[in-house]
């Protein structure tokens, strides 16, 4: 019951829109057309390559749901796994994973987020928002020589489709 209830309370607050209107019984949202967030993925990805980097990348829904993923030739196997939770940890929890990182260190008050089976605090996956400020994708990079490095192409890939987004 009290899973349940969390369940539902999550789910409540990750669809809820910036400005509800409370006298319909409707939420709306926004999230990237397909071709949108491949457009990120591929820029993210061309970013890290040129970079020398191979990698994978994710692009998830607002709510955390994979849209995209796109993996270089020689990228790791792991790098699936680890872009899809990095994204959907950016949005889960509404920050950059190198935020999230630092924030669930050994000692922290929230360290016990890295306890959770999906969530993966570590550098590489951002939140990305619309003009308005509201979230309408995570993206999540993995298999550069560091997470800064991650974070530096997911960004890349951001940039890309900013002027889409920017409204």
């Not at 019984?25 to 980097?53: H, N």
């Not at 950059?96 to 016990?112: F, K």
Request: hydrophobic letters at 45%; a negative charge; one cysteine or more.
């Amino acid at each position: 019951m009290i899973r349940s209830s969390a369940l539902t309370a999550l789910l409540i607050a990750t669809a809820a829109p910036a400005v509800a209107d409370e006298s319909n019984a409707f939420v709306e949202f926004q999230v990237l057309k397909p071709e949108v967030a491949q457009e990120m993925a591929d820029a993210a990805l061309l970013a890290c390559r040129q970079a020398g980097y191979q990698v994978g990348v994710t692009v998830v829904d607002r709510f955390g749901i994979p849209q995209v993923f796109v993996r270089d030739r020689f990228a790791g196997v792991h790098v699936y796994e680890t872009s899809r939770r990095k994204a959907w940890t950016a949005v889960s929890f509404r920050t950059s994973t190198t935020d999230l990182a630092e924030s669930t260190r050994a000692g922290e008050i929230s360290s016990g987020i890295r306890h959770l089976s999906e969530a993966l605090p570590l550098g590489g996956g951002l939140v990305v928002y619309e003009g308005g400020g509201s979230i309408v994708a995570g993206i999540g990079v993995s298999g550069a020589p560091g997470p800064d490095l991650d974070d530096v192409c997911a960004e890349a890939g951001i940039a890309a489709i900013a002027d889409q987004i920017a409204f």
